[in-house]
């Protein structure tokens, strides 16, 4: 496998891996005993409606939960896309011609 198309799958696999996370729920830990996690939403939205047992400031920490998430995430992807494209802008030198020093 060539540098280019090895560049271009681990691209591919990081804009994969960036997206399938903003996919995923975001969750935080409660201090209840009525209830164990928090739903606060994916990385694409947040929950609207409060669940029983949570506390008070629940809504900034899952600001807090959701925005990190999005934040790596669409790194992630974008850093995945930005890998391929340079993988597929980059000259490669075709048969008799000499690789450039």
Do not use: H
């Amino acid at each position: 496998m060539s540098p280019r198309m090895y560049i271009l799958l681990v691209g591919g696999l990081l804009t994969i891996a960036g997206l399938i996370a903003l996919v995923f729920a975001v969750t935080i830990p409660a201090d209840s005993i009525i209830i164990d996690s928090i739903d606060c939403g994916n990385g694409f939205g947040m929950v609207d409606k409060a669940p029983i047992g949570a506390p008070s400031d629940w809504r900034t920490q899952c600001d807090s939960a959701v925005s990190s998430r999005q934040t790596w995430a669409w790194i992630l992807a974008g850093a995945g896309v930005l890998a391929m494209l340079g993988s597929l802008a980059v000259k490669t030198p075709t048969r008799g011609e000499p690789a450039a020093s």
